[in-house]
């Protein structure tokens, strides 16, 4: 399979790894938008939101406990983060293996889409 993160979960491509365990990696963005910014990652291929099945509930939960204790770790949990999904060209995914990015160290903005909405997407 052609994927980006099955390949640095493989170790064929090199990443700044910050966390790992036998369900999850987490590491630095490659670009990062936040004076720190990772990606928690599922060591299983899923390409997007939709496709996660009901025997990827723990896993996904998973994922997001570990964003907060890499946050922790890193010393911007209390202070608080930006957590974000991509989910296919509407939302900005890139890369189809799911990724929860973690975005911290300055206060975030809100909301990400400000122009004028219209009745139809
Ligand atoms: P998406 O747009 O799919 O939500 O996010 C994909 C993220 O992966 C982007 O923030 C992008 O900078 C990051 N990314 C793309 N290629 C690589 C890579 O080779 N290494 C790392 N560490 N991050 C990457
Ligand atoms: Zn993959």
Same mark, same amino acid.
């Given at each position: 399979m052609d994927c980006l993160f099955c390949k640095i979960n493989a170790n064929e491509i090199p %990443?700044?790894? !910050?966390?790992e365990d036998d369900k999850v990696i987490a590491f630095n963005d490659i670009n990062p938008q936040a004076p720190s910014h990772f990606l928690v990652i599922p060591r299983k291929h899923i390409a997007t939101l939709n496709? !996660?099945?009901d025997e990827d509930r723990e896993l996904v939960g998973h994922m997001v406990q570990v964003a907060g204790k890499? %946050? %922790?770790e890193?010393?911007?949990?209390?202070?608080?983060?930006?957590t974000v999904f991509n989910c296919n060209p509407h939302g900005g995914q890139?890369?189809?293996?799911?990724?929860?990015?973690?975005?911290g160290g300055k206060p975030?903005?809100?909301?990400?889409y400000q122009e004028t909405l219209k009745t139809e997407v």
């Open positions: %990443a700044e790894v !910050i966390y496709d !996660i099945g890499v %946050a %922790a890193k010393g911007f949990a209390a202070d608080g983060y930006r890139t890369v189809y293996h799911i990724h929860l990015h973690v975005l975030m903005g809100w909301p990400p």
